[in-house]
């Protein structure tokens, strides 16, 4: 898919964009309004991990730190100063940031599944602050009665206040989507193919890395404020470790490094949860486990990644294989989403 | 070639927009058109269905309205505000956003009246906040936090069953009285623990009782040795050890509080919540001699009996206090709108505030106007040996009746204003 | 209880408790970072295999009637032929990959076992007696304590003491550690590195069922038990340096003493103790206390 971006028209991404955004205004149509709004937040979380796993090749598994801390100051700032919502929102995502710089620098010093066990463990330890600080979060009652206002205007029927969210979103996906186009983000891609060779060429690996890990985690913090004014509330699932693999998981289904990818697994994962809640299905776990090895052993690329690959196998079966440099010898994870 | 890619591109998000639709109804709120025909009563039960609270309350919760819907319909017969009364339900699975997300639409789109049950604490005051501001009904029977019927109550909320001050005060005072004058507290350093403890240790000098020493432990926790070591050591020696722990770590608790063999030493238990289902899952004689405050027990009276079979008949099982306490919930608030002759919110809310009643769970019942706080008789249970009980599940010695105006936090202390 | 050493004696009991909540960190962090030795695997699921050893034992009791010690050789048994079958379904296809895929996996391997034991039992916990041979108490003159936890902890050091003598003193151990270290030399020397994969994580996933059956008498068995507990040792592991096996046994006694400790004199500290001790080996040493600095990568 990244070499296939790489190789794209123009136009053709114009009209992938004007499907995405057509679909993006549509959504509160076709499925219950905070339900949409829900899958909008999903889908930037999902995308700013996208961005740390598919570019720089670092998985996180403690985003939910980043989303959670996020959310609980959003609401704080909603709650004790009535701002508008959008005040509350960049307050989240400055804390998210804040918080990025000592756990990211103590953690690109280790890389690949080392990274992502440490991350873990922060996200862990954020949760059990979250907890036991409960003149703040509210501990387990979690923190309740956020409002949202925006100079008067009412917001309170969640259709309309999809609207006052959506543009937030589309800004955030739109920088992650301008990282991943800019130098910066082919010297990440460097680096997750090569780090080695990045670090001849003369790149600070690890502070390109921190950075990439702090940007990551405002547009996680950018999300998380959001969903915390969505619901009116922040609990301490929001920085529990599930939600981190919860996310992950959407980034794998819909397919690493691809962008459109994470944000077709939020929006699938949030629509079988929200199903599942009212089917009574006894079984969640398991679903959401198989099709998860399914697609992580079966269709690595994810759904969105096993599409365009099939579609350009299927446009390249006429042309000859074009000559290829020959593989240098660390594996990444992007060569081997190009590979079999 | 770029046209099929296209094609396929906007195949692929057509195809993601149907498999939206098919879950979806969306559109906004349709603003004024909230009030339901008079018509329809639809009942909503709103709890955990899957996880640590799906036995005590869960599926079988759902049965217990029903079996109240039955029981209204055959009382009134005719006279009934309307034969037509619809049962649903949703499963928050113990997450708070999700409860917050079904119970706005269970009001929306599903034309709910009221939403009952709703376990989690977290997901209870969500679901408070939505009830507020979609100006419906909301009667929580399963959550603990005194919360709802105190800094965070309004005016469609109602707090049914039990509540952490019930039980602290139930057994702190009634144990203290009976003789253990010396507690050594040892409570999850969160925010359920940490209420329990501070209602407890009130009750506990309210009676005349002092508490040595109390110590937060870990949330979550499995090894409990360290506090329980130092019971026997502590100077004056405890009478008894009041654990806040819940579940699981409850379950750890216990077993260590039996292997060190405390209650020989002269320290005994006392549970600041307990469940019936917890002593099923543990087994009777690692909690025999546990003592813990009850909302309600089905070997009580003959009553309770009688209630306790027609709802094995159905469910298979012995009804929990939150089986009953749903069914009662179920049963006044038809019986409000039975008075009320509408099932219009404030119209119904005006008729619960201040309604005094018997039924099959709450003897001297009230919802109390000022806090929408339903007080009823509590009891203190001991948990029996198993060579005592008579039969499947009979579990407690009720050792003592709290009466109503006791059990439960006077009104004006808990910062309501209604 | 003698009143003037009170606090002397606590602080010993003190460092029991924790040397046998240690116990449990050890042996998981041992089966970890032997599978990862070989592998390069983090195996997530290690926590739910933990579960089905506890879980198992319970079974065993209430189907067959299978009483703790049998359960004890069984479960490890069963549970490393169970790894060994996960191996070479699913681990084996994505061995040449990244292993952050492998990571993914058992992360959703344990989420599928998690809920299918939850689907069958409930999530309530389960009671399961401590055996009959140890209910009693050991009298250390100071202090008396459990002697089930006595059990616990002089188990988990013999069981430590013979994976290290394995791995130092035999053949297969030196294997093991020869591939681990260097593979590809390995390799070239003739040594078929690929047939010991397989019957290592077996062995690591059989560590971790035997410290499931070890903690069922004492601890809540239910389908979460080892859910927050695998965090915890994945702290552990990184703290003694992942590629460390010494190093895992080690800080896993490591923590639980100082945690057991926090307990008496700074609870509220207690709970991130684990974590914020990583954080302080992360800007100390990165590669753990005993590990090796990696390429830089």
Redesign the interface.
């Given at each position: 898919m990244i070499r296939y971006l790489a190789e794209s028209q123009r136009w053709l991404r114009l009209a992938m964009l004007a499907t995405g955004l057509v679909v993006a205004l549509a959504l509160p149509w076709l499925v219950y309004p905070p339900v949409a709004m829900d899958i909008a937040v999903w889908a930037l979380f999902a995308v700013s991990v996208d961005l740390l796993l598919g570019y720089v090749g670092l998985l996180s598994f403690g985003h939910a730190a980043f989303w959670g801390a996020a959310a609980y100051t959003s609401g704080l700032v909603a709650i004790h100063t009535g701002a508008p919502y959008i005040v509350g929102v960049l307050a989240g995502a400055v804390a998210a940031a804040a918080l990025a710089v000592p756990i990211g620098y103590l953690s690109v010093r280790r890389t690949g599944i080392y990274f992502a066990m440490v991350t873990l463990a922060f996200a862990q330890l954020l949760y059990f602050v979250a907890n036991q600080w409960r003149d703040v979060t509210g501990g387990e009652n979690g923190l309740q009665a956020v409002p949202r206002s925006l100079f008067g205007v009412d917001l309170s029927d969640p259709f309309y206040f999809y609207y006052a969210g959506l543009p937030i979103v589309l800004l955030g996906l739109a920088a992650a989507w301008r990282i991943v186009r800019s130098p910066f983000g082919r010297v990440l891609m460097a680096i997750r193919d090569n780090p080695a060779r990045a670090r001849a060429l003369g790149y600070p690996v690890d502070r390109y890395k921190l950075l990439a890990f702090v940007l990551s985690a405002t547009l996680a913090g950018l999300a998380g404020g959001l969903f915390a004014v969505n619901h009116g509330f922040v609990s301490l699932q929001e920085v529990y470790w599930p939600t981190s693999g919860k996310v992950v998981m959407m980034v794998v289904l819909g397919g690493i490094g691809t962008l459109w990818g994470p944000i077709l697994g939020a929006l699938l994962v949030v629509q079988l949860e929200d199903f599942l809640a009212t089917s009574g299905f006894d079984g969640i776990g398991i679903v959401t486990g198989s099709v998860f090895i399914i697609v992580v052993v079966l269709f690595r690329r994810g759904l969105w990644g096993t599409t365009s690959h099939l579609i350009s196998l299927w446009r390249d079966r006429r042309r000859p294989p074009s000559p290829r440099p020959p593989d240098v010898d660390e594996p990444s994870l992007a060569r081997e989403l190009e590979k079999a | 070639m770029r046209r099929t890619t296209t094609v396929a591109v906007a195949a692929l998000s057509a195809g993601a927009l149907v498999l939206t639709a098919c879950g979806g109804r969306g559109g906004p709120a349709s603003s004024g058109d909230t009030k339901i025909s008079g018509d329809k009563i639809v009942l909503s039960v709103l709890n955990d269905q899957s996880g640590v609270y799906a036995d005590l309350s869960g599926k079988n919760s759902v049965e217990a309205v029903k079996m109240a819907v039955d029981d209204f319909k055959a009382k009134h017969g005719d006279n009934a505000v309307t034969q037509n009364i619809e049962v649903i339900t949703a499963d928050h699975q113990n997450k708070p956003d999700i409860a917050n997300t079904k119970a706005q639409e269970l009001y929306d789109r599903q034309q709910a009246d009221v939403i009952l049950d709703v376990p989690t604490s977290s997901a209870a005051l969500a679901v408070a906040n939505v009830a507020k501001a979609k100006k419906k009904v909301y009667i929580n029977v399963t959550a603990a936090t005194t919360e709802l019927s105190g800094a965070q109550c309004n005016k469609y909320t109602f707090h049914y069953a039990y509540d952490t001050y019930m039980l602290a005060n139930g057994t702190g005072t009634t144990v203290t009285a009976e003789g253990a004058k010396n507690w050594y507290i040892v409570y999850p350093d969160y925010a359920f623990g940490q209420d329990m403890e501070k209602s407890f240790s009130t009750a506990i000098q309210g009676a005349g009782g002092t508490v040595i020493a109390k110590d937060p432990t870990p949330f979550p926790n499995d090894n409990f040795s360290t506090f329980l070591l130092k019971a026997p050591g502590l100077n004056p020696k405890p009478d008894v050890i009041g654990t806040m722990q819940a579940g699981g770590d409850l379950v750890n608790l216990v077993k260590q509080y039996n292997e060190f063999n405390l209650r020989d030493q002269g320290i005994k238990l006392s549970v600041g919540l307990m469940f019936i289902t917890d002593i099923h899952s543990l087994g009777v004689d690692a909690f025999a001699g546990t003592t813990f405050t009850e909302a309600w027990y089905w070997n009580f009276d003959d009553q309770n009996r009688a209630f306790a079979d027609k709802f094995k008949q159905r469910t298979g099982i012995v009804p929990t206090f939150a089986h009953a306490g749903n069914y009662s919930a179920a049963l006044q608030y038809l019986e409000a709108i039975q008075r009320a002759g509408s099932d219009d919110a404030d119209d119904v809310v005006a008729e619960l505030e201040g309604h005094e009643f018997e039924d099959v769970f709450a003897r001297n019942g009230k919802i109390r106007a000022e806090d929408h706080r339903m007080v009823h008789d509590a009891y203190l249970a001991e948990v029996k040996p198993a060579s005592e009980a008579s039969g499947d599940w009979d579990y407690e010695k009720i050792v003592r009746t709290i009466p109503a105006d006791e059990a439960f936090r006077p009104v004006g202390q808990g910062g309501c204003t209604l | 209880?003698p009143?003037g050493t009170?606090a002397v004696?606590?602080f010993l009991?003190?460092c029991f408790?924790g040397l046998?909540?240690g116990s449990f960190y050890a042996l998981l962090a041992l089966g970890l970072a032997v599978i990862f030795g070989m592998l390069?695997v983090?195996n997530f699921a290690h926590g739910a295999c933990y579960m089905l050893g506890a879980f198992g034992a319970y079974i065993l009791l209430v189907e067959a009637g299978v009483d703790f010690w049998l359960a004890l050789l069984l479960m490890p048994l069963l549970l490393g032929v169970f790894g060994m079958a996960l191996e070479r379904l699913?681990i084996h296809?994505?061995a040449?990959?990244?292993?952050?895929?492998n990571?993914?996996?058992t992360?959703?391997?344990?989420?599928?076992l998690?809920?299918?034991v939850?689907?069958e039992y409930?999530?309530?916990?389960?009671?399961y007696p401590?055996p009959s041979a140890l209910s009693g108490?050991v009298d250390f003159g100071l202090?008396s304590y459990?002697a089930?936890?006595v059990f616990v902890l002089a188990t988990s050091l013999v069981v430590c003491g013979a994976v290290w003598y394995v791995l130092t003193r035999t053949r297969v151990g030196m294997i093991v550690r020869a591939s681990t270290e260097r593979p590809e030399l390995t390799r070239a020397l003739g040594i078929n590195v690929g047939r010991w994969v397989t019957p290592v994580f077996g062995f690591g996933i059989a560590l971790a069922g035997l410290a499931g059956v070890l903690a069922a008498?004492?601890?809540?068995v239910?389908p979460?038990?080892g859910a927050?507990l695998v965090?915890?040792v994945?702290?552990v592991?990184?703290i003694g340096g992942?590629g460390s096996i010494f190093g895992s046994v080690v800080a896993g006694f490591g923590v639980g003493l100082l945690q057991?400790l926090a307990?008496?004199y700074a609870?509220?500290l207690?709970?991130?103790l684990?974590?914020?001790l990583?954080?302080i080996v992360?800007?100390w040493r990165?590669a753990g206390l005993f590990g090796r600095e990696?390429?830089?990568?």
């Open positions: - | - | 209880m009143d009170d004696v606590n009991q003190q408790n046998v909540s390069r983090v699913f296809r994505l040449a990959l990244d292993p952050l895929y990571f993914l996996l992360f959703g391997v344990t989420l599928v998690q809920d299918l939850k689907r409930g999530i309530q916990s389960q009671p401590r108490s202090f459990p089930y936890q008498p004492m601890r809540a239910n979460l038990m927050d965090i915890a994945f702290a592991v990184v992942l057991a307990n008496l609870p509220t207690a709970q991130t684990v974590f914020l990583m954080a992360l800007l990165p990696e390429a830089p990568a």
